[in-house]
Structure formats: C-alpha cells, structure tokens
Nanobody, 117 residues
Framework: QVQLVESGGGLVQPGGSLRLSCATS????????MNWYRKPLGKERELVAT????????AYADSVKGRFTISRDNAKNTLYLQMNNLKPEDTAMYYC??????????WGQGTQVTVSS
C-alpha cells in the first residue's frame, strides 16, 4: 500500500521557519521525482519545488527561490522542505507528490502551513 504522510506544518509568524517532512512507503522512493505542491484556499495548486533522483537536481518556483530548500533521503524514503523567511502569501496546504514519468503519481494528504502575526 502506497503511503505519503506529510508532517511539520503549523502556525508561524512572518519571517519564521518550518521544516516539512514526507514519509513514504509502498513504492520505490529512489526511482521517483519528488515534488512539493501547495494550494492556498480559493486558489490554484502550485508546484513549489522538485527534486530528481539519483542526481538530486532541484528546481523551485520563483516565489520561493532563495527561501525554500527541497531535499530527500533515499535511505529513509523521506522528502523534506525547509522553509525560511516565511511570508503570509506562503499560507497554504502543502502536499507531497511522487511522480514517475507522469505515469505513476502519488499524493499525500497534505499539511497546513499558516503564516500570520
């Protein structure tokens, strides 16, 4: 059974930091491109960051470049998103996504991030 379980979300003040984790099981983690998406309330879903395997090459949305860092631990089957200098516009539900050539795609249930003073 495929599982992607996000954690680490919460309420943080502007300028603060959070680290999201996505623990996975049931598929060959190292064979998948892993992504973080987010969906603000009432808005479209947005691709935030992506990381390949095994090279670990990364890409980011312009809105988070220089503030967010995506990483993965293939030995632990876990994906991470370090978020620094958070802004109110980062408030959204954050989702972990596993994608193998656009054919096999899995999603987590999401974790809420709220940036507010």
């Amino acid at each position: 059974q495929v599982q992607l379980v996000e954690s680490g979300g919460g309420l943080v003040q502007p300028g603060g930091s959070l680290r999201l984790s996505c623990a996975t099981s049931g598929f060959t983690f190292s064979a998948y491109v892993m992504n973080w998406y987010r969906k603000p309330l009432g808005k479209e879903r947005e691709l935030v960051a992506t990381i390949s395997s095994p090279t670990g090459s990364t890409a980011y949305a312009d809105s988070v470049k220089g503030r967010f860092t995506i990483s993965r631990d293939n030995a632990k089957n876990t994906l991470y998103l370090q978020m620094n200098n958070l802004k109110p516009e980062d408030t959204a539900m954050y989702y972990c996504n596993a994608d193998r050539k656009g054919v096999m795609i899995y999603w987590g249930q999401g974790t809420q991030v709220t940036v507010s003073s």
